[in-house]
């Protein structure tokens, strides 16, 4: 049956599908690596909206799709560093190559203590680089801060789901609430991107 929450996902893999091609489109134009990153976002984002829509939001308590779900946020941000800020974009790239293998090792090998640590502390940074950065890009065009609004939602979902996946709760996010707004967060989150990104031209 299309449910409402199909509707949302339908709409975010369109979107999402839109700014895959948008950003293979600016590689090959510019052969800039940091759109490859954006790329990688997006389609991990465009496969996970997918196979929310096939299989059931039940899939987001696989360890398997908590770790491939952390390539969003981390290669948006990595884009943003290898773009906005140079002078921090290896460290970054190290912090967010380590961020991914804890995540994995963690999750998959079904460490709850350490992944209570791992998964809250590398999607919160991310998070927050996606929603700060486009504030302090120097050179960023108008209205890129959308972005940063796409950062924001996409910290907060992705912290709220990492909570509830350990057994835990964050401030008002319960399970319940979580899945009630999780596909339209999605939504938001990715037609904000959308914008923000289009600023670029």
């Known amino acids: 049956m299309f449910?409402?929450?199909?509707?949302?996902?339908?709409?975010?893999g369109l979107i999402a599908a839109y700014l895959c091609w948008y950003f293979w489109q600016r590689y090959n134009l510019h052969k800039a690596l940091h759109n490859l990153y954006y790329l990688m976002g997006f389609a991990v984002l465009l496969v996970s909206g997918l196979l929310l829509i096939f299989l059931g939001l039940g899939i987001l308590a696989s360890p398997y799709v908590l770790t491939v779900a952390s390539l969003i946020p981390l290669g948006i941000s990595m884009g943003l560093a290898e773009e906005y800020f140079p002078k921090w974009k290896k460290a970054f790239k190290w912090f967010a190559a380590i961020g991914f293998l804890a995540i994995a090792i963690t999750s998959i090998g079904g460490m709850d203590a350490l992944k209570k640590i791992a998964v809250p502390l590398f999607h919160g940074v991310a998070g927050l680089v996606i929603f700060l950065g486009p504030f302090y890009a120097k050179g960023a065009p108008k209205g890129f801060f959308w972005v940063g609004i796409g950062g924001l939602l996409i910290g907060l979902g992705g912290i709220a789901l990492a909570?509830?996946?350990?057994?835990?709760?964050?401030?008002?996010?319960?399970?319940?609430?979580?899945?009630?707004?999780?596909?339209?967060?999605?939504?938001?989150?990715?037609g904000a991107f959308a914008i923000g990104f289009a600023k670029k031209g």
């Open 163 to 190: 909570f509830i996946s350990m057994g835990a709760q964050l401030l008002f996010f319960s399970p319940e609430f979580v899945m009630m707004i999780l596909t339209p967060l999605l939504f938001l989150m990715t």
């Open 3 to 12: 449910t409402l929450d199909n509707l949302f996902l339908l709409l975010t």
